[in-house]
């Protein structure tokens, strides 16, 4: 594939974003190797004094991508040919019109003493690369097709385990996405505002950036997750994005780059299930790549168990990466539906397309939903014993066993309108649900889900759950849980994320920390006559609390191991907040058990008070496949 690049470049940026992109600092760190840019030379990345930026790109669009041979693991091997029909779209330098171009202008009333005219080169992706980077002031790049000896598997070794620091060192990444364009002019006007992003530009960059193929690849959600700062380049446009979360204090508009993805990496940053809710649906042409990226956002965690060689089995490798993850990081747990009725677009359920669902990896993975988008801050898990592996020399055997005293097996409802539901014959159920959606999120601020005389109405009370829990999680709820038992209000209902379609589950008492941030406006130092700015930092991060959700085989399914009954992981419980939210009205954990008099923020407590009352003397010992 070929691209074009227009050197008059239209920034989509609501603000003016060029002081904080030439400001942009680096680490200390260097790569072995940087391209200089004025001679487009390798050279050492120590000679790179003030800093150096890194390249994002996808591969593919780099040139024509020709089938070589099937390697050793029975996958098909590529090569890339680049025969220079890249194009840059540039002015002419000017020049002074002659008499008869003057003769010829007058007749058509241009004004201006010079002419430009538009011109189109035939360059190699290597060309267009070097011209893009004179264009932002770019001195020093790292581009992996040079920078690594692509002939020494040795060298290559050293540059996949250094990947997180190659960019999370670098002043900022500059990703090439071709299929960011301007669409139309008319999407600048200041009266065409999208909410969060300023005017449509913006918004239509970000559309852009999530349907390309460099957002669908796992090796550049590495690069933009250990990255600080991205500078998105399109066709005829970019926009200038930094982390939120790295830089609390630095004002910045607020969307998935600056909230979710840049500044992920790092011990003490994001958490593997929210990595993996990107992860689980990325590609990459070896498959061994999907593993080796991820392990990449997570190096502290990986590195020293994980060896990065692609002559290992991918099957193998896969397994040995899971087993880890389980055994270090329960988050892995915290994952919901992936699927989303489409009730008002004609019916019909829409499913996330899981790209790890061909491997046969047990439920616990995830990959039959998707994970939660927030962080988890911490896992209490003091009820139960360590998880661990079944002894076994098949390291394909995945199960795991869990063993606790404590649990919850309760009743739950499925939702009318989750995607488990019969599609209404009734047309104006459909247009009843898109309007209770509406009304959610139009007054969702107000609304007060402890107040008994609001929350008689269950309906009502279900919808703003449906809200609250999709914003939150980024999934969509199925069932709920009634506590009508205990003679509690409506509002005591929860919702659960779900998998599968069950009326009776397991509660496991794995308490998931997860921090949800909440953006603060900047003062408006604008005039009367501007708009305000949508700049933001962080005000504060709520708490929200989920427990994982597992049930038993169906039994037609049910199979004992050692006498023992097997389980599945099918989603998430959501508590609740640990206090009220500013932005949006979200129940805290204890009025779920009609505890409001308990006012405890102590996770440990916390677990300890939702299972008191569910101890058993002879512990259950859960094995999840």
Not at 5 to 14: A, I, V
Not at 205 to 221: A, F, N
Not at 365 to 378: E, K, L, R, W
Not at 418 to 423: A, I, K, L, R, T
Request: charged fraction near 20%; aromatic fraction near 12%; hydrophobic fraction near 35%.
């Amino acid at each position: 594939m070929y691209i074009t690049y227009c050197r008059e470049q239209r920034p989509s940026d609501y603000e003016d974003r060029t002081i904080q992109r030439l400001s942009a600092k680096g680490g200390s760190f260097r790569p072995t190797w940087v391209i200089r840019v004025s001679d487009w030379k390798r050279i050492r990345g120590t000679q790179a004094k003030n800093g150096y930026h890194t390249l994002s790109y996808c591969w593919e669009q780099s040139g024509e991508v020709v089938r070589k041979v099937q390697n050793y693991n029975d996958h098909e091997e590529y090569d890339l040919v680049d025969n220079g029909k890249h194009c840059i779209i540039e002015y002419a330098q000017e020049k002074q019109p002659n008499k008869f171009s003057q003769i010829f202008r007058r007749h058509r009333s241009r004004p201006s003493s010079t002419e430009k005219e538009l011109v189109q080169r035939k360059v190699t992706y290597d060309q267009l690369v070097q011209q893009m980077c004179k264009d932002f002031g770019i001195k020093y790049i790292w581009y992996d097709k040079i920078c690594i000896d692509q002939s020494s598997k040795k060298a290559k070794q050293v540059e996949l385990k250094q990947m997180h620091r190659i960019y999370g060192n670098a002043c900022y990444t500059l990703a090439l996405i071709p299929e960011v364009h301007i669409h139309d002019p008319k999407d600048f006007d200041q009266d065409k505002i999208a909410p969060n992003h300023g005017h449509t530009a913006y918004e239509k960059v970000l559309i852009d950036m999530k349907g390309s193929h460099w957002w669908d690849r796992s090796w550049t959600l590495e690069e933009v997750m250990t990255s600080q700062n991205i500078l998105i380049v399109g066709k005829d446009t970019h926009i200038w994005q930094q982390s939120l979360h790295r830089n609390p204090l630095v004002p910045t508009p607020v969307d998935i780059l600056s909230s979710t993805l840049l500044g992920f990496s790092g011990p003490g940053a994001g958490s593997l299930n929210a990595a993996l809710n990107q992860a689980h649906f990325r590609t990459s042409t070896k498959p061994h790549d999907m593993i080796f990226a991820l392990a990449n956002i997570f190096p502290h965690l990986f590195f020293d168990h994980i060896e990065l060689d692609y002559e290992i089995n991918f099957q193998t490798t896969l397994y040995r990466f899971y087993r880890h993850l389980i055994l270090n990081d329960l988050s892995i747990l915290c994952f919901g539906s992936n699927l989303i009725t489409d009730r008002c677009n004609g019916g019909g359920v829409v499913r996330r397309k899981n790209t790890m669902l061909n491997y046969n990896l047990p439920t616990w993975t995830g990959v039959d939903g998707a994970h939660i988008v927030s962080n988890i801050h911490n896992i209490i898990h003091k009820l139960i014993h360590p998880p661990h592996f079944i002894k076994n020399e098949n390291i394909s055997d995945m199960k795991i066993r869990i063993t606790t005293n404590h649990y919850w097996k309760i009743p739950i409802t499925r939702y009318k309108y989750s995607c488990f539901s019969p599609p209404f014959q009734d047309p104006a159920e459909d247009q009843r649900f898109a309007d209770l959606i509406y009304r959610c999120i139009s007054s969702v601020v107000s609304f007060d889900l402890t107040s008994d005389t609001i929350t008689t109405n269950e309906d009502t009370t279900l919808m703003y759950w449906y809200v609250n829990m999709f914003s939150t999680t980024g999934c969509f709820p199925t069932h709920y849980h009634h506590r009508r038992h205990s003679g509690g209000p409506f509002s005591r209902m929860r919702p659960l994320s779900l998998t599968e379609d069950c009326d009776e589950c397991f509660i496991l008492p794995i308490l998931f920390d997860a921090l949800m941030a909440e953006p603060k406006q900047q003062p408006d130092q604008c005039n009367a006559t501007a708009l305000p700015t949508l700049m933001r930092t962080i005000d504060r991060y709520t708490h929200m609390y989920y427990l994982p959700v597992f049930r038993e085989l169906l039994p037609n399914q049910t199979i004992t191991t050692n006498g023992l009954t097997r389980y599945k992981a099918i989603g998430l419980y959501m508590l609740g907040a640990v206090q009220e939210n500013n932005h949006m009205t979200i129940a805290t954990w204890n009025h779920s058990i009609g505890q409001d008099d308990v006012p405890s923020q102590d996770p440990n407590e916390i677990l300890d008070i939702l299972f008191k009352n569910d101890y058993f003397e002879d512990a259950k010992e859960f094995i999840i496949e």
